[in-house]
């Protein structure tokens, strides 16, 4: 990443950092919301987006970094408890990238879907570290001794935790390990025929976005001090995958245009529902409309709202140069005639 680039993200990032600490209560629970959205979908698009391997277990990561961190957290690790969390989802998702590191598309997907249902039934029979069904009740996040209480503090640190992230994953796709996960997401046999490790990058892969989504999932426990086998289900993993085909396959800033979207789309119908006294309706027509988006953005926008944005945007440029006053030929003749001078 250039020096330039850089700054621009420090100085976005610290942005956000401002306006959070400016919002109310509200305000500031929906910004760290679609912050740790944005985390674990820029994980998930590691894995799937750019190293091509469909992963329907992501909700159970998640789930394995909340009550990491909730019961380190309890234990009075503080911050700490974050990375680690972080480290014991690499762990699981090492376990589960293993056995399915043979597989391909389809059966790839399904093995994650098996590992998914796994996991939820150990966050049910595993009492002594998730309490079962009930859940685990967490204590407020500790740094050096100051007890984090308010929600603008714990957006600041979601953003923070973000902007590693967003560095680790463009430091990534500049290394030799992020050209070889887009060489096997294209062919698995011209990445052998390179002498790519195959198995390996793809565990690489499976790793690096258990890593984040253990974070994301560290940072959801503390934010509503609960952990429950009900917060880390399927329809969690789903919504991942749609935050990823809405924001765009491959793409980072897709990723969080995407966890913005879904995020913030129930909140939208419920607003939408409470004005128009259909609240109950709309509601439940919550999963129809993510499948729809789905579908609309497959057939009409494969590629997404990142590159949706991007088309839109070069149509902007291409009509202000349009109607840009041109030179007249006179003029053009004049600057050619002294070009020629110039150069006799």
């Known amino acids: 990443m250039s020096g330039t680039r850089l700054w621009i993200t420090f100085l976005v990032a610290a942005a956000a950092c401002v306006l959070a600490l400016m ?3 509200f305000g500031a629970y929906l910004m760290h919301a679609v912050v740790i959205a944005s985390i674990s979908a820029l994980a998930l698009n590691l894995l799937t987006g750019f190293c091509g391997q469909i992963s329907f277990a992501q909700a159970a990561l998640l789930g394995v970094g909340a009550y990491t961190a909730g019961n380190l957290g309890n234990a009075g690790w503080g911050i700490l408890s974050i990375p680690v969390a972080g480290m014991a989802s690499a762990a699981s998702s090492a376990l589960i990238g293993l056995p399915a590191l043979r597989l391909r598309g389809l059966y790839f997907a399904i ?24 859940g685990l009740l967490i204590k407020p996040l500790t740094i050096l001794g100051y007890v984090v209480q308010s929600d603008q503090a714990y957006a600041v640190i979601a953003i923070i935790c973000l902007f590693v992230t967003w560095l ?3 430091f990534i796709g ?15 046999i011209v990445a052998k025929g390179m002498g790519i490790d195959v198995a390996r990058t793809k565990l690489w892969a499976f790793v690096i ?7 994301a999932g560290a940072l959801l426990a503390f934010t509503t001090r609960l952990a429950s086998p009900e917060a880390f289900g399927l329809s969690l993993s789903i919504d991942y995958v749609a935050m990823i085909i809405v924001g765009g396959l491959g793409s980072l ?3 969080l245009l995407g966890a913005a979207f879904v995020t913030l789309l129930p909140e939208l119908i419920q607003r939408v529902g409470e004005a128009l006294n ?3 309706i709309l509601s439940a027509a919550r999963e129809m409309a993510f499948g729809l988006l789905i579908i609309v953005f497959l057939i009409f ?20 140069a349009l109607k840009t006053p041109q030179p007249t030929s006179e003029r053009r003749r004049s600057e050619l005639g002294l070009k020629l001078e110039k150069v006799e």
């Not at 093995?111 to 150990?122: E, P, R, S, V």
């Not at 590159?307 to 149509?315: C, P, Y």
């Open 111 to 134: 093995a994650t879907l098996a590992a998914q249902f796994i996991f939820d039934y150990a966050f049910k029979i595993l009492d002594p570290l998730t309490h079962g069904v009930s």
């Open 23 to 25: 919002l109310g209560r």
């Open 278 to 280: 259909i609240a109950d």
């Open 301 to 320: 926008e494969p590629r997404g709202l990142s590159a949706l944005l991007h088309r839109l945007a070069s149509r902007s440029q291409t009509n202000i």
């Open 174 to 188: 500049e290394t030799t390990l992020g050209r070889a996960f887009l060489v096997v997401r294209e062919n698995e």
């Open 168 to 170: 680790t994953m463009v």
């Open 209 to 215: 976005s258990g890593f984040f989504a253990g974070v």
């Open 253 to 255: 800033p897709g990723s």
